[in-house]
């Protein structure tokens, strides 16, 4: 099979309104076809209602008989309120009243009348010499950082006329800026950071260069401290009280690449590309530390805080991140217990986890302490314990070759009660009333009577098309997370014979699933979570997708927010 693509055209209705929409494309192969469909991309997935739209669906496969569809997601839809300058290189912008002064790097600075939100209207536009990178206004005077042109200073007391009234250039390239009284601080790149004297703007004369180890790619100035966000050696923090003589306090490496700082109070935050979101404590700034990480999906660049919020530009398709920065999101481990296994599943009773592991077994920790959990029972069996459940005094582990039931009334000394077999290997279990429902990978779904629990029996089963995962138990539906089947919906109101009534494709590999109401939560792999919608009048349909940190391997719901377990990454929270 060779890489080909398919040309559409979508057409939308006229709107009073400007609205984007995201679009979903689906790719499928008529009957009479033996052709296995792989869709790699499908560019733009973005459209303006009442705009034509050429989308070019890329992958492997397609034949005459594959055919291309678009519907628009109305649940992912933006107002635009106004629009203006669309085929400019804005890089950065300040506001000041009804104007907007934005950069443009491939220009200079273009000044727009926003006093009608809805129809912005440029009133000027100044070349600059070199490709300006970022603005900051203060008064009647704007101060461009003109990347190989240095500083560029100007007049905008009428903001219809501005006027280059001065200029130095740096030795560096003039990246990012910042103003403190009499003192533009500059980022100037392989030229550390340059601080140039303002007190007569018509001449200004640099004064200082602070050394950086790496590139000073961005700076703020608070009060008498510069904050310099220095590429690959993250934050650097200088004294300028004296500003003809700064002096570095502090230094902290950071793991990405340090590319914007934002300050507020006694924490700097930092955008760290493929690091994410850096949070750090400059309480103490001769010893900054760090208290907080937020890994991004995308590469952060351009970080904002406003009360206690961080909004963040993430680079390659993370687009917008709104981050809750009000407690530290790495938080200090307070206890641990020993355990020598890869811990795979664990369940929480009262001050009791129950904890499944790969060498074969399942511990049972006591954390009413939790500075000091300990591990007051443990039961050993020759295969790996995958998942387990608790319900009253009996643990229900898989433990890949079958299920074990597990006496747990004297927690310290659980054992076995009774077992059985599976065709494959038990992977994940769901418990409704007398019925246990496991997970089988290539078996499918195993339905086992454990009324009885010395003597569990399966009394149904039904096979997927993949490789059973998960499961998740809703009334008389049974959801299963059917590794590159997607999910498999099954009617299990006779457990004896239940059956697949439909199927739900998700983009990568359907490792978990979680339900609440009418909303499944699938962790998928690559793709991150998967949000499905089971109320549409058109079936159950993906209604969201969270981009993760790294793989999703599984997913837990409790009140208002998903716990993701992710593959190097840790636990996400949502």
């Not at 560019?43 to 034949?63: H, R």
């Not at 070199?130 to 200073?153: N, S």
């Not at 006496?407 to 059985?420: K, L």
């Amino acid at each position: 099979m060779h890489h080909t693509e398919s040309l559409m055209t979508l057409r939308t209705t006229q709107s009073s309104k400007t609205l984007l929409f995201s679009l979903i494309c689906l790719v499928y192969a008529t009957a009479g076809t033996a052709a296995e469909l792989t869709v790699d991309s499908a560019y733009p997935a973005l459209s303006k209602l009442g705009e034509d739209l050429d989308i070019t669906v890329s992958g492997v496969g397609f034949d005459a008989n594959t055919r291309v569809s678009a519907y628009l997601d109305s649940g992912n839809r933006r107002f635009i309120k106004g629009a203006a300058g669309n085929d400019s290189c804005f890089i950065d912008v300040a506001v000041v009243g009804d104007k907007a002064y934005l950069v443009d790097c491939d220009f200079g600075l273009r000044v727009f009348d926003i006093s009608a939100p809805s129809e912005p209207r440029e009133i000027a536009a100044l070349e600059t010499p070199g490709f300006p990178r970022a603005i900051e206004i203060v008064g009647d005077t704007a101060y461009l950082a003109d990347y190989q042109a240095g500083l560029q200073i100007v007049d905008i007391s009428n903001p219809s006329n501005p006027l280059i009234i001065a200029a130095v250039d740096t030795p560096g390239f003039a990246v990012d800026i910042s103003v403190a009284g009499d003192f533009v601080y500059i980022a100037d790149y392989e030229a550390d950071l340059q601080i140039i004297d303002i007190s007569t703007p018509s001449a200004p004369v640099i004064v200082a260069r602070l050394a950086t180890p790496s590139l000073a790619y961005a700076i703020t100035v608070v009060g008498n401290t510069a904050y310099i966000a220095d590429y690959e050696s993250g934050l650097q923090i200088a004294d300028v009280s004296t500003p003809q003589s700064p002096l570095l306090l502090g230094t902290i490496d950071t793991p990405g690449v340090s590319q914007a700082v934002t300050v507020v109070g006694d924490t700097a935050y930092v955008a760290d590309l493929i690091a994410g979101l850096q949070i750090i404590d400059i309480s103490t700034p001769e010893n900054p530390q760090i208290i907080g990480v937020v890994d991004t999906p995308g590469a952060a660049y351009q970080v904002a805080v406003v009360d206690d919020t961080a909004y963040v530009a993430d680079y390659y398709d993370g687009g917008l991140q709104v981050i809750d920065v009000k407690a530290p999101t790495t938080q200090p481990t307070i206890g641990k217990a020993d355990i020598s296994a890869t811990v795979l599943a664990l369940t929480l009773v009262d001050n009791l986890v129950y904890v499944a592991y790969d060498d074969g077994g399942m511990s049972v920790v006591d954390v009413s302490t939790p500075s000091s959990p300990l591990v007051i029972g443990a039961l050993q069996h020759d295969y790996e314990g995958r998942d387990v459940i608790v319900v009253a005094d009996r643990a229900y582990l898989v433990n890949g070759e079958g299920l074990l039931v597990i006496d747990i009334s004297t927690p310290a000394n659980p054992f076995i009660m009774g077992s059985v077999l599976t065709p494959d290997q038990a992977v994940g279990i769901g418990i409704v009333g007398n019925i246990a429902y496991v997970t089988d990978e290539a078996s499918g779904l195993q339905i086992i009577d454990i009324s009885d629990h010395t003597n569990p029996t399966i009394i149904g089963a039904v096979d997927t098309p993949g490789t059973a995962k998960a499961v998740a138990i809703d009334g008389t539906t049974a959801y299963v997370a059917d590794f590159d089947a997607g999910i498999q919906i099954i009617h299990i109101s006779i457990p004896q014979n239940p059956l697949i009534t439909g199927t739900i494709d998700t983009y990568a590999q359907a490792l978990d699933i979680a339900v609440v109401g009418e909303t499944l939560y699938v962790a998928d792999d690559w793709e991150g979570l998967i949000i499905i919608d089971l109320t549409s009048s058109i079936g159950p349909r993906i209604d969201g997708q969270v981009r993760t940190s790294d793989s999703a391997q599984s997913v837990t719901i409790v009140d208002d927010r998903a716990y993701i377990g992710n593959d190097g990454a840790g636990l996400q929270i949502m």
